[in-house]
Protein backbone atom coordinates (compact mmCIF):
# COMPACT_ATOMS: atom_id res chain seq x y z
CA UNK A 1 0.00 0.00 0.00
CA UNK A 2 3.14 2.16 0.53
CA UNK A 3 4.46 1.65 -2.45
CA UNK A 4 1.34 2.64 -4.78
CA UNK A 5 0.87 5.82 -2.50
CA UNK A 6 4.34 6.53 -2.97
CA UNK A 7 3.92 5.93 -6.58
CA UNK A 8 0.85 8.37 -6.71
CA UNK A 9 2.66 11.72 -5.37
CA UNK A 10 6.18 10.70 -6.70
CA UNK A 11 5.06 12.18 -10.37
CA UNK A 12 2.87 14.75 -8.58
CA UNK A 13 5.51 16.32 -6.47
CA UNK A 14 8.11 16.28 -9.29
CA UNK A 15 5.03 17.99 -11.43
CA UNK A 16 4.67 20.81 -8.66
CA UNK A 17 8.21 21.05 -8.21
CA UNK A 18 8.52 21.67 -11.90
CA UNK A 19 6.10 24.48 -12.13
CA UNK A 20 7.22 26.01 -9.28
CA UNK A 21 10.73 26.54 -10.23
CA UNK A 22 10.72 30.02 -12.69
CA UNK A 23 13.97 31.64 -14.27
CA UNK A 24 14.22 35.11 -13.19
CA UNK A 25 12.98 37.45 -15.93
CA UNK A 26 16.55 38.91 -17.95
CA UNK A 27 14.97 42.38 -19.05
CA UNK A 28 11.53 44.10 -17.46
CA UNK A 29 9.71 46.71 -19.58
CA UNK A 30 9.83 50.04 -18.02
CA UNK A 31 6.53 51.62 -16.53
CA UNK A 32 5.73 55.32 -17.44
CA UNK A 33 2.53 57.24 -18.51
CA UNK A 34 2.45 58.98 -21.50
CA UNK A 35 0.59 61.61 -22.37
CA UNK A 36 -0.86 61.98 -25.92
CA UNK A 37 -2.66 65.18 -27.51
Known amino acids: M???F???V???AI???VT???EPDL?????GK???G
Do not use: E
Open 34 to 36: MMI
Open 2 to 4: FTM
Open 10 to 12: GPL
Open 6 to 8: AGR
Open 15 to 17: AYA
Open 27 to 31: FCYQK
Open 20 to 22: LYR
